[in-house]
């Protein structure tokens, strides 16, 4: 979901102050400082937000398997269980699956 579509504007100025990223792209140097000058440059007029906080991810996890150990845990939740799409429910349906499946 975009930021953009949010109603409050308070919620929006939190979440401009604390993204996350991970994964392996967060390792290069200097790009957490290019995207928050990016994201900062998005931002509305209108929208009073003092700063935009990127934080990489911890330094104790491997960077390039967070996203991974993330996927391998949503899988393994029965509650994701009624969200997965068969091949045969793709070939049969396409992209009006997902409509269908995902609130």
């Known amino acids: 979901m975009s930021i953009k579509y949010l109603d409050r504007q308070e919620l929006k100025k939190r979440i401009y102050g604390s993204i996350l990223i991970v994964g392996g792209s967060t390792q290069y140097e200097g790009?957490?400082?290019v995207l928050e000058d990016r994201i900062f440059e998005t931002i509305p007029s209108n929208l009073d937000v003092e700063r935009v906080e990127v934080f990489a991810n911890r330094r104790d996890l491997d960077p390039t398997?967070?996203?991974?150990?993330?996927?391998?845990?949503?899988?393994?939740?029965e509650a994701c269980?009624?969200?997965w799409v068969?091949?045969?429910?793709?070939?049969?349906?396409?992209?009006?699956?997902?409509?269908?499946?995902?609130?």
């Open 86 to 103: 068969r091949s045969d429910e793709w070939m049969n349906y396409g992209i009006r699956i997902l409509k269908e499946r995902i609130p």
């Open 65 to 77: 398997m967070v996203s991974w150990k993330g996927a391998s845990v949503t899988a393994c939740l």
């Open 31 to 33: 790009f957490v400082d």
């Open 81 to 83: 269980d009624e969200m």
